[in-house]
């Protein structure tokens, strides 16, 4: 196809190529404009919900971690399906050495003296409600990994009847209460009868006073 040159066109018109070069030109910026506000207007996508786990399931995962380990480094070693209650009572005998809670003896003349003024050669144990928790943290971890809640050794008797020995022991040793508190219960509103209060005694006397005149 032939341009249309000045000579050939004197005056000035627009040719039809020029014309549809500006067309498209114009078409294209459109489009351009379009998109560019539908990317602006666009709704933000909402960011994914967090998977990060919460300070509970770390610390059972590390509270099974070191049981899993305690029972390679036993004598024999033991599988977790040999392990029982008399294993897990091993088990927290053992932490006993990384506690941090002083428990008096009975000889001691600061025993059952919640704040001692001096201090004393007692050991440092585990504090009750650091086992405690540690068991129900243990009891929920064994049942995660595939063990039946029947066979559970954390929930055994025997653990129950140490834990409830720990925590008399040291309430006595140490002079606290481990006893939870009771709520008091809320006072009841006592419910008054809907009744009308009784009319004035002038009232009454004028209403006496008018029957008898009629």
Known sequence: MDFVSPQNNPNNYPSSMVGSNIMATIATNNNSSSSSISSSTATPTAPPPSTTPSRYENQ???DWNTFCQYLRN???PLSLSMCGGAH???FLRYLDQFGKTKVHNQTCPFFGIPNPPAPCPCP????WGS???LIGRLRAAYEEHGGRP???PFGARAVRIYLREVRDFQAKARG???EKKRKRPKP???VSSAQPPAPPAAILADATAAKSTI
Request: hydrophobic fraction near 35%.
């Open 60 to 62: 059972k995962r590390r």
């Open 74 to 76: 036993h004598r024999p």
């Open 88 to 90: 897990v009572l091993e």
């Open 124 to 127: 440092l144990r585990q504090a």
């Open 131 to 133: 086992l405690d928790a």
């Open 150 to 152: 029947e066979g559970n």
């Open 176 to 178: 606290v209460s481990y």
């Open 188 to 190: 009841k509103m006592a």
